[in-house]
C-alpha cells in the first residue's frame, strides 16, 4: 500500500508529541489534528492561538494529518486502533462520524450538552449514531460546478448542455483542452461524484429503508454517462481516472479546463490572480441534472466534523476547543478566509457571509439543505471500498456499468449480512441500538 511509509513516520510523530504532555504543573496540553495546509494552516494556527490566549491553562499543538479523504481515515484507524490517546481532537470526514462511534473510538458528546438544533440538521444526523451525538459539524462542503465564463456564459441546465457547452468551447481555437475534470481517482471523491450523476438522473446508493438499489437501471445510466459521454468522448481526460480534488484544481485553475467539478475551497485560490489564471474568469452553479424523469440537480454533502477521541485524557479541555472552533465568530472567519461553508443556518443571514463565499447566501444554504449525504452506517467505509472498485471497472472499461453495478449490490448486500446491519439501516439511523446488536467486525 502506497501510503503505508508516510503513515508509519506520522506515527512516530504522535508517539513522541504524545510523551510531551505535561510541561508545566497545572497546563494541559492538546493535540488538534486536522488538515492545514496553506490559507487553511494560517487559519486554524491564528484561531488555536486566540483560544490559548482566552485559556492560559491550555496549550494545543497542531499535527497536521493528509488532506486526502481515505489517507487521513487510515491513519486515524491506525491511531485509534493501537488506542493513542493523541491527537485529542479529530477532523472527521462527514462519512466516519458512525463507524468511530461503533468501534468505541469517538466520545459521546451528551454529557457536554451540546447545541445541535443550532447546526444544519443534516449534518447533526451524520453525526449521531445509535441516538448519541459524537461530533460537532465544523464546515459543510457540497459539490459544486466551477465553468469557464469566458467560454461558458450561462450556466448549464442539463448534463446534455453540459456536454455541449463543453464541445464548443474545446473546439475554438484557443479553447481549453479539457472539457471537465473532477475527482476520478479510487477513493472517497469518486464516490462524491458518482453521487451528484447519481442523483441526476433520480438513482441512489440506499433507498429510505436501507435497501441497495445500486444497480438499478437509473444508477446505470448514471455510471454509463459517466464513462460514455465524459470519458469515451474525451470530454474529461483519462488521467481523471487518477485525480483527487488538488488536481482537478491545478488543471482548471492553470486554464485548461471548461468545467470542474469540485468543492467550494478551491474558490479562494483560483481568485487569487498571483496563481490563477482564471482568476475573474470563472462561476460556480449548481451540478445539472440529466433532465431524465425523477432526477434532480443535487450535491454530494461533504464537510468536517470535530470529535474528541475516546483515548484522551483531557476531554472537557477538547471539547471546550471545539465549542470555540464551531462557534458563529470562528466559522465566520473560516467562510472569509477559506470560502468554506458554515454549519449553522443562521450564519446565511449575517451580511458578512455574502462577501465570503462565492454565490449567494441564500444559494449556499439551499444546496447545504437539498444535498445528498452517503450512507450514514458503522460499515459506510467498506460499502464505499466496494463501490470505488466496480466504478473504476467500469469507467476503465473491464466491466459494463450494469454488470459492475450488479457485482457492488451483491457486495454490499453480503456486507450488511455479515455485519448484521441490516436491521439497523432499515431503522432510523438515531435510534439506540437494539441490546442484540453486536459493534460491526472490522476489515482494517
Ligand atoms: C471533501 C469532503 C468530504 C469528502 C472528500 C472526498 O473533503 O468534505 O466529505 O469525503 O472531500 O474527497
Given at each position: 500500500?502506497?501510503?503505508?511509509?508516510?503513515?508509519?513516520?506520522?506515527?512516530?510523530?504522535?508517539?513522541?508529541?504524545?510523551?510531551?504532555?505535561?510541561?508545566?504543573?497545572?497546563?494541559?496540553?492538546?493535540?488538534?489534528?486536522?488538515?492545514?495546509?496553506?490559507?487553511?494552516?494560517?487559519?486554524?494556527?491564528?484561531?488555536?492561538?486566540?483560544?490559548?490566549?482566552?485559556?492560559?491553562?491550555?496549550?494545543?499543538?497542531?499535527?497536521?494529518?493528509?488532506?486526502?479523504?481515505?489517507?487521513?481515515?487510515?491513519?486515524?484507524?491506525?491511531?485509534?486502533?493501537?488506542?493513542?490517546?493523541?491527537?485529542?481532537?479529530?477532523?472527521?470526514?462527514?462519512?466516519?462520524?458512525p463507524e468511530f462511534a461503533a468501534a468505541g473510538w469517538?466520545?459521546?458528546?451528551?454529557?457536554?450538552?451540546?447545541?445541535?438544533?443550532?447546526?444544519?440538521?443534516?449534518?447533526?444526523?451524520?453525526?449521531?449514531w445509535a441516538?448519541?451525538?459524537?461530533?460537532?459539524?465544523?464546515?459543510?462542503?457540497?459539490?459544486?460546478?466551477?465553468?469557464?465564463?469566458?467560454?461558458?456564459?450561462?450556466?448549464?441546465?442539463?448534463?446534455?448542455?453540459?456536454?455541449?457547452?463543453?464541445?464548443?468551447?474545446?473546439?475554438?481555437?484557443?479553447?481549453?483542452?479539457?472539457?471537465?475534470?473532477?475527482?476520478?481517482?479510487?477513493?472517497?471523491?469518486?464516490?462524491?461524484?458518482?453521487?451528484?450523476?447519481?442523483?441526476?438522473?433520480?438513482?441512489?446508493?440506499?433507498?429510505?429503508?436501507?435497501?441497495?438499489?445500486?444497480?438499478?437501471?437509473?444508477?446505470?445510466?448514471?455510471?454509463?454517462?459517466?464513462?460514455?459521454?465524459?470519458?469515451?468522448?474525451?470530454?474529461?481526460?483519462?488521467?481523471?481516472?487518477?485525480?483527487?480534488?488538488?488536481?482537478?484544481?491545478?488543471?482548471?485553475?492553470?486554464?485548461?479546463?471548461?468545467?470542474?467539478?469540485?468543492?467550494?475551497?478551491?474558490?479562494?485560490?483560483?481568485?487569487?490572480?498571483?496563481?490563477?489564471?482564471?482568476?475573474?474568469?470563472?462561476?460556480?452553479?449548481?451540478?445539472?441534472?440529466?433532465?431524465?424523469?425523477?432526477?434532480?440537480?443535487?450535491?454530494?454533502?461533504?464537510?468536517?466534523?470535530?470529535?474528541?477521541?475516546?483515548?484522551?485524557?483531557?476531554?472537557?479541555?477538547?471539547?471546550?476547543?471545539?465549542?470555540?472552533?464551531?462557534?458563529?465568530?470562528?466559522?465566520?472567519?473560516?467562510?472569509?478566509?477559506?470560502?468554506?461553508?458554515?454549519?449553522?443556518?443562521?450564519?446565511?443571514?449575517?451580511?458578512?457571509?455574502?462577501?465570503?463565499?462565492?454565490?449567494?447566501?441564500?444559494?449556499?444554504?439551499?444546496?447545504?439543505?437539498?444535498?445528498?449525504?452517503?450512507?450514514?452506517?458503522p460499515i459506510?467505509?467498506?460499502?464505499?471500498?466496494?463501490?470505488?472498485?466496480?466504478?473504476?471497472?467500469?469507467?476503465?472499461?473491464?466491466?459494463?456499468?450494469?454488470?459492475?453495478?450488479?457485482?457492488?449490490?451483491?457486495?454490499?448486500?453480503?456486507?450488511?449480512?455479515?455485519?448484521?446491519?441490516?436491521?439497523?439501516?432499515?431503522?432510523?439511523?438515531?435510534?439506540?441500538v437494539?441490546?442484540?446488536?453486536?459493534t460491526p467486525?472490522?476489515?482494517?
Open positions: 500500500m502506497t501510503v503505508w511509509r508516510p503513515l508509519l513516520s506520522l506515527l512516530g510523530a504522535a508517539v513522541i508529541v504524545g510523551c510531551a504532555r505535561t510541561n508545566k504543573a497545572h497546563e494541559t496540553v492538546l493535540t488538534f489534528s486536522g488538515s492545514a495546509l496553506g490559507a487553511e494552516g494560517t487559519l486554524v494556527a491564528k484561531q488555536l492561538k486566540r483560544f490559548m490566549q482566552l485559556h492560559p491553562d491550555i496549550r494545543v499543538e497542531l499535527q497536521r494529518t493528509p488532506d486526502d479523504a481515505s489517507q487521513r481515515h487510515q491513519l486515524y484507524v491506525q491511531w485509534l486502533n493501537a488506542r493513542v490517546g493523541n491527537p485529542d481532537i479529530l477532523q472527521l470526514d462527514a462519512i466516519w462520524t469517538v466520545l459521546p458528546l451528551t454529557r457536554f450538552s451540546p447545541a445541535s438544533s443550532e447546526f444544519f440538521p443534516a449534518t447533526i444526523a451524520a453525526n449521531t441516538g448519541q451525538l459524537y461530533a460537532l459539524p465544523w464546515f459543510a462542503d457540497v459539490g459544486l460546478l466551477y465553468r469557464r465564463t469566458d467560454f461558458v456564459p450561462k450556466e448549464p441546465r442539463s448534463l446534455g448542455e453540459l456536454v455541449t457547452d463543453a464541445r464548443q468551447a474545446m473546439a475554438r481555437a484557443a479553447g481549453p483542452r479539457f472539457g471537465i475534470v473532477w475527482q476520478g481517482a479510487r477513493y472517497e471523491g469518486l464516490i462524491t461524484g458518482f453521487v451528484e450523476y447519481l442523483g441526476a438522473f433520480g438513482g441512489k446508493i440506499l433507498d429510505d429503508s436501507g435497501r441497495v438499489v445500486v444497480n438499478r437501471p437509473e444508477a446505470v445510466r448514471a455510471l454509463q454517462f459517466m464513462r460514455d459521454e465524459l470519458y469515451s468522448w474525451h470530454i474529461a481526460p483519462l488521467d481523471v481516472l487518477t485525480w483527487h480534488e488538488e488536481e482537478a484544481r491545478y488543471a482548471f485553475q492553470n486554464g485548461t479546463a471548461v468545467f470542474m467539478r469540485n468543492w467550494p475551497y478551491a474558490v479562494g485560490a483560483m481568485s487569487d490572480k498571483t496563481q490563477s489564471r482564471v482568476a475573474g474568469k470563472f462561476a460556480v452553479s449548481p451540478m445539472p441534472a440529466s433532465g431524465e424523469p425523477n432526477g434532480h440537480s443535487t450535491a454530494a454533502l461533504g464537510g468536517s466534523q470535530l470529535a474528541i477521541n475516546a483515548y484522551s485524557e483531557s476531554p472537557d479541555a477538547a471539547y471546550r476547543l471545539i465549542e470555540y472552533l464551531t462557534a458563529p465568530d470562528q466559522m465566520l472567519e473560516r467562510a472569509q478566509a477559506v470560502g468554506q461553508y458554515p454549519t449553522r443556518p443562521a450564519l446565511y443571514r449575517d451580511s458578512r457571509l455574502r462577501n465570503a463565499i462565492a454565490i449567494p447566501p441564500d444559494d449556499a444554504r439551499r444546496a447545504i439543505e437539498s444535498a445528498t449525504p452517503r450512507p450514514v452506517t459506510y467505509t467498506e460499502l464505499s471500498e466496494i463501490l470505488q472498485i466496480e466504478l473504476h471497472r467500469a469507467l476503465v472499461r473491464q466491466a459494463e456499468p450494469q454488470d459492475a453495478l450488479n457485482s457492488a449490490a451483491e457486495r454490499i448486500n453480503a456486507l450488511i449480512e455479515r455485519t448484521g446491519m441490516r436491521k439497523l439501516m432499515s431503522a432510523p439511523h438515531n435510534a439506540p437494539p441490546a442484540a446488536t453486536s467486525s472490522r476489515t482494517e
